[in-house]
C-alpha cells in the first residue's frame, strides 16, 4: 500500500502539472477544468511517512474513483512515454545534468565540498543546504549534519524546501522531500533550474541600454538576458534563440569581444565550419580572463540537441563578469574589410615605366592608417604614391611606375594587418620597340608653335623627353625631341623637323 501511494501520488502530479486529458471509464475527462474536489488528499503524518485518504472524483457531476488496476495501467503509458522523451540516452538531458551539476559545483567549493552525481549526492540534505546556504548567504535553521536514516534525509531536504517556500517565496511545483531523497531525476533537475533561474538570472543586475531599460523589469528572466545579449551583439549577428543560433561557435565569441573590445576581435573571420574551435577559443579565453567557469563545454554547445536551460545557465554569467589583468586585449582587426581594385592589380597588362594605377577602398573597415610596399623581382622596394581621396568610400587612389620587367609584389597593410589577398602580384613587360606616339596633323610646318594642349592624348600622357622619336599621321617625317625648355611646355618645329627648346 505504501508503494502503492507513492506511485499514485507521482502519478496525479504529472497529471495535473502537464494538463493531459486523463480518461476514466471511458469517459473524456479534462481533469484541469471541471473538478470540484481535489482526487487525492494527502495527510502528513510525520516528515517521512504520508498516508493517503482516495476520494472519489467529482467530474461534470459525476462522482469517479480511480481503480489500482486503471492507475497501473496509466502509470505504465506515462512511464513509457517518459522513457521515450527523457531516456538516460537523451542528448539535451545528459547536457543539462552536466550543466547544473558544474553550477552547483561552482557554489559548492566555497565551502569544500563537491557533487558527483546529481541524482544521488543530494539525497541526504546536506549538499543542498550548502547550496542554499551559499546562495542566500544565511545559515539555515537546525538540521541533521550526521543524517544517517531515512526520516533524517527527509527532515533535511524538508527544512530545504520549507526555507525556499516561506523565507525565499519560491513557488515549488509538484516536489517534496521523498523526490530528492529518492533521486527522482527529473524534479531534481526542476528544482536546480529553479535555483539557477532565481539566483543567477532573475536577481543579479545588469547593465542594460537606456533604450531597453524602461522595460526591463517586467520582463521574464528568459527575455532579460535575451535583450542584454541582443543589445550586446553586433548587426551581423543575429540571435533569436538559445540553442540552434549558438551552434557554429562564432556567437559565444561575437559575445566575448562585446564584453571587453579586443579579447577576441577575429570572431567575425571564423569559418562557421570549424564549431568546435570557434567555441573552444572563445569559452577558453573567457575563463581564463574572465573568469567564467564552463558550465557548458564546448562540445556541447555546438551540439543541435543543446538545450535552452544549459545554455542560459551559461550566458547569464557574462553580464557580470570582470576582465582580469593582464588580458591579451588585442586592437581591432578590419583589414579584411577593405577592398583593393583597379586594373593596376590585374596579373599582367603592365610595361616598364608605364604608371601601375590601382585603388584601396577603406570605408567598411574604418579609420586607419594604410601603407603599400612594393618590391621588385630584385628584393628591392620601389616609390609607391598614395593620394587620399577623402569620399564616402574612403578611397586612396594609389601609382608607382616599375622600373624592370618581372614579377612585383604589392603588399597593403591597414593599421600593420595585411588585407586580403595580399601581396598582389603582377607581372611587368618591357615595352614594345615600335613607338606609338604621334603629332596632330595640323602642326605640318615650321615655326609653328605647339603646346600640350595641341598633341594628341597618346603623345602627351606617354611623352618622355629624352631622345623621343615622333612621327606625324602620314609617317612621312620623323622628329627628334632633344630638349626642353624649363617650363616643359612649348615645342617649336623647325625646317630640320627636330624639335628642341625654344
Not at 531516456?87 to 563537491?114: C, P, S
Not at 528568459?222 to 534563440?241: E, R, S, Y
Not at 592624348?457 to 620623323?478: C, K, S
Request: aromatic letters at 8%.
Amino acid at each position: 500500500m505504501n508503494t502503492m501511494s507513492t506511485n499514485l501520488r507521482q502519478k496525479l502530479r504529472e497529471l495535473n502539472k502537464q494538463k493531459e486529458e486523463f480518461d476514466v471509464d471511458n469517459q473524456n475527462i479534462d481533469m484541469h477544468k471541471n473538478y470540484s474536489t481535489t482526487p487525492v488528499q494527502l495527510k502528513k503524518t510525520s516528515i517521512n511517512q504520508l498516508i493517503l485518504h482516495p476520494k472519489s472524483l467529482n467530474i461534470n457531476n459525476q462522482d469517479i474513483t480511480l481503480t489500482p488496476e486503471e492507475f497501473h495501467r496509466r502509470e505504465q503509458e506515462f512511464n513509457n512515454d517518459m522513457q521515450r522523451e527523457c531516456g538516460q540516452d537523451a542528448q539535451w538531458k545528459k547536457i543539462q545534468q552536466n550543466t547544473f551539476t558544474r553550477w552547483a559545483n561552482e557554489r559548492l567549493k566555497l565551502v569544500n565540498r563537491h557533487i558527483n552525481n546529481l541524482q544521488t549526492d543530494l539525497s541526504d540534505g546536506l549538499n543542498l543546504i550548502a547550496l542554499i546556504e551559499i546562495l542566500v548567504n544565511k545559515k539555515l535553521p537546525r538540521y541533521n549534519q550526521r543524517p544517517q536514516f531515512r526520516s533524517q534525509k527527509l527532515e533535511n531536504v524538508s527544512v530545504v524546501l520549507d526555507y525556499l517556500e516561506n523565507i525565499e517565496k519560491k513557488r515549488l511545483v509538484n516536489i517534496d522531500a521523498l523526490d530528492i531523497v529518492d533521486g527522482n531525476m527529473k524534479l531534481i533537475l526542476g528544482l536546480m533550474w529553479t535555483l539557477i533561474l532565481h539566483y543567477s538570472i532573475t536577481l543579479p543586475a545588469w547593465e542594460i541600454p537606456n533604450e531597453k531599460r524602461e522595460t526591463i523589469q517586467n520582463l521574464k528572466p528568459k527575455q532579460k538576458l535575451m535583450n542584454w545579449l541582443q543589445a550586446k551583439l553586433p548587426t551581423q549577428i543575429n540571435i533569436g534563440n538559445f540553442t540552434s543560433d549558438w551552434n557554429d561557435g562564432r556567437a559565444i565569441g561575437a559575445v566575448l569581444n562585446s564584453c571587453y573590445p579586443g579579447l577576441f576581435p577575429n570572431w567575425a573571420d571564423r569559418d562557421p565550419k570549424n564549431a568546435l574551435e570557434n567555441a573552444k577559443e572563445a569559452m577558453d579565453l573567457a575563463e581564463r580572463w574572465l573568469g567564467i567557469p564552463q558550465l557548458i563545454q564546448p562540445h556541447e554547445m555546438i551540439n543541435p540537441q543543446v538545450d535552452e536551460q544549459s545554455m542560459m545557465t551559461y550566458l547569464s554569467q557574462y553580464p557580470n563578469a570582470q576582465l582580469q589583468p593582464g588580458a591579451p586585449i588585442k586592437p581591432k582587426n578590419y583589414a579584411n574589410q577593405v577592398h583593393c581594385y583597379g586594373s593596376g592589380l590585374d596579373r599582367t597588362g603592365h610595361i616598364v615605366d608605364k604608371p601601375v594605377i590601382f585603388h584601396i577602398e577603406t570605408c567598411a573597415a574604418g579609420l586607419g592608417k594604410v601603407d603599400v610596399i612594393v618590391v621588385n623581382p630584385n628584393g628591392q622596394t620601389e616609390e609607391c604614391l598614395i593620394e587620399f581621396r577623402e569620399d564616402i568610400n574612403r578611397t586612396y587612389d594609389c601609382v608607382f611606375y616599375p622600373t624592370i620587367d618581372g614579377e612585383y609584389k604589392i603588399i597593403v597593410t591597414f593599421n600593420e594587418q595585411e588585407v586580403r589577398n595580399s601581396p598582389f602580384l603582377i607581372n611587368v613587360a618591357l615595352p614594345e620597340p615600335t613607338p606609338d606616339l604621334l603629332v596632330n596633323d595640323e602642326v605640318d610646318a615650321p615655326g609653328n608653335e605647339i603646346t600640350p594642349s595641341d598633341i594628341e592624348q597618346p603623345f602627351y600622357e606617354n611623352f618622355n623627353p629624352t631622345n623621343a622619336i615622333v612621327y606625324d599621321r602620314q609617317e612621312t617625317t620623323d622628329i627628334k625631341i632633344t630638349n626642353l625648355d624649363e617650363e616643359g611646355d612649348d615645342l617649336i618645329l623647325e625646317e630640320d623637323h627636330i624639335y628642341y627648346a625654344h
